[in-house]
C-alpha cells in the first residue's frame, strides 16, 4: 500500500475528538503489528467518559517496559470537527497535486509518512528501540499525550512530534495557558446606579489592567517567535442579564502562550496582582480566577543531535511556533522533542484542509532517514 492510499484509509475513519478514536487506533494497530511492532494500547476515558486510546507500537519486539525508546514518531488521531457541507471531508480527494480531507493535514498525513517509512525498515536489524506512537486528543488539550506523560508508559530519548510545518524542523514552542474569571457585583435599577455595582465596569477596569500588564510582558522577547513573546487574549466575555439592570455578574475567558523560560504561572501571579490591586482600592472588588490549562513552553537546544540530523535532511534551519503541540508531554517522557510534519498550519482546521502529496512523500523519506540514523547506525 503506498503512502496516498494509507492517507487515504486515515482520512475515511471519522476520529473528532467527539468520538471514540477506537476504530483508527485498531487500524494503526494491525498495520504496525504486520510490520513487525510489538502493539500497547493504553486505554482512558474523557471527561464525558467516552473510552479513548493512546498507543505505542514498538521495536524490537524485545524491548522491555523499562527499557528507553532511542526515537519515537509521535502523531495524534483524533481531528477537529468539519462542516457537514463538505460532502468529501472523509473522502481523500486529490487536485493539482494537493491531497484534501479532514486530518490530510493535522495531522494523519504525519501518520501516513510514518507508517511509509517504518515500513522501508529492516526492524531486525535495529539497534536500539522505535516507536510509533499515537494520541488522542491533542485537540482539545493535548489530554491523550498528558494521559501517557502522567503514567509515565514510556521513557524516550528521541521524538519527532508530527504537527504541519512545512517540513521545517521546530524546536522550540510557547506553552498554552487558560483560566476563567468571574466577578460580581450587585443588581439594581440602572436609574440609581449608586444602589448597585455594575460587574461590567470591575471587569473592564481588570481587563485595563491586563492589557496594559501584556505590554509590559513584550519587553521580555524571545526574537526566535512570532511574535517574539508572552501573549495574552481575552476571547470570550458576558455578562449582564439586561440593558436597563445594573450587571451582577460578568465572566471572561483569559488565554496567554508563555516563552520558553518564562513559566506558565508567571502571568497567573502577574493577574492575581492586579486583582489585588484593585480591591485595595474597592474592598467590595470581588473577583475569582480559575486556572483551567497550564501547559507549559518548551525548548531543545540548538545543538541536540534530533535538531542537527532535521535540519541536514531538511537543509532548513530549525525553528519555533507559537501553537501548541505535544512536545512539552514528550519532554516530560524525557525527549529532546522536535515538532516536524507535511503540511501548512495554515490551512488545518479550515474547510478543504490539504497535504501537499510532494510533501507528504518527502516527509516519508526524512522520517526513514532518521530512523536508520537513530536506531540502526553506531549514534550514540
Same mark, same amino acid.
Given at each position: ?40 494500547? $493504553?486505554?482512558? #476515558?474523557?471527561?464525558?467518559?467516552? *473510552?479513548? =486510546?493512546?498507543? &505505542? +507500537?514498538? %521495536?524490537?519486539? !524485545?524491548?522491555? /517496559? ?32 494537493? $491531497?484534501?480531507? #479532514?486530518?490530510?493535514?493535522?495531522? *494523519?498525513? =504525519?501518520?501516513? &509518512? +510514518?507508517? %511509509?517509512?517504518? !515500513?522501508?525498515? /529492516? ?258
Amino acid at each position: 500500500m503506498n503512502i496516498e492510499q494509507t492517507l487515504a484509509e486515515l482520512v475515511r475513519i471519522d476520529s473528532r475528538s467527539s468520538v471514540s478514536n477506537l476504530e483508527i487506533i485498531k487500524y494503526l494497530a494491525e498495520r504496525a503489528e504486520k510490520m513487525g511492532l510489538c502493539v500497547r494500547l $493504553l486505554p482512558y #476515558r474523557d471527561e464525558r467518559g467516552v *473510552k479513548k =486510546f493512546n498507543m &505505542a +507500537a514498538i %521495536a524490537p519486539r !524485545s524491548t522491555g /517496559d523499562e527499557d528507553e525508546i532511542e526515537l519515537a514518531l509521535v502523531g495524534h488521531t483524533d481531528t477537529v470537527p468539519f462542516d457537514p457541507a463538505w460532502k468529501e471531508a472523509l473522502t481523500l480527494t486529490e487536485s493539482d497535486g494537493k $491531497l484534501y480531507g #479532514r486530518g490530510s493535514c493535522d495531522t *494523519k498525513g =504525519f501518520i501516513a &509518512a +510514518a507508517l %511509509a517509512a517504518v !515500513s522501508e525498515i /529492516d526492524l531486525r536489524a535495529l539497534r536500539r528501540p522505535l516507536a510509533l506512537v499515537f494520541t488522542a486528543d491533542e485537540e482539545i488539550g493535548c489530554l491523550g499525550a498528558k494521559q501517557l506523560a502522567d503514567s509515565r508508559a514510556l521513557r524516550v530519548r528521541h521524538a519527532v512530534v508530527g504537527e504541519p510545518t512545512s517540513l521545517q524542523p521546530i524546536r522550540a514552542g510557547k506553552g498554552y495557558c487558560l483560566a476563567e474569571v468571574r466577578l460580581r457585583g450587585r443588581e439594581g435599577h440602572s436609574a440609581y446606579p449608586a444602589l448597585g455595582a455594575s460587574a461590567i465596569m470591575r471587569a473592564a477596569r481588570l481587563v485595563t489592567r491586563i492589557e496594559a500588564m501584556a505590554e509590559k510582558l513584550k519587553h521580555d522577547a524571545r526574537e526566535i517567535f512570532d511574535p517574539p513573546h508572552t501573549t495574552v487574549n481575552v476571547g470570550l466575555i458576558n455578562g449582564g442579564t439586561a440593558k436597563n439592570i445594573i450587571a451582577g455578574e460578568c465572566r471572561f475567558t483569559l488565554e496567554w502562550r508563555p516563552i520558553p523560560g518564562q513559566r506558565a504561572e508567571h502571568v497567573v501571579n502577574l493577574i492575581k496582582d492586579e486583582i489585588e490591586a484593585l480591591r485595595a482600592a474597592d474592598a467590595d472588588f470581588d473577583c475569582e480566577m480559575k486556572v483551567i490549562r497550564l501547559d507549559e513552553s518548551m525548548e531543545t537546544a540548538a545543538h541536540a543531535p534530533l535538531v542537527r540530523a532535521l535540519e541536514e535532511a531538511t537543509g532548513r534551519r530549525a525553528g519555533a511556533v507559537s501553537f501548541g503541540t505535544e512536545a512539552p508531554q514528550l519532554t516530560e517522557m524525557g525527549a529532546q522533542a522536535v515538532v516536524f510534519g507535511p503540511g501548512d498550519i495554515r490551512v488545518a482546521h479550515r474547510t478543504g484542509e490539504f497535504v501537499p502529496v510532494a510533501e507528504l512523500r518527502e516527509c516519508a523519506s526524512i522520517l526513514r532517514r532518521m530512523i536508520e540514523r537513530f536506531c540502526l547506525s553506531g549514534h550514540q
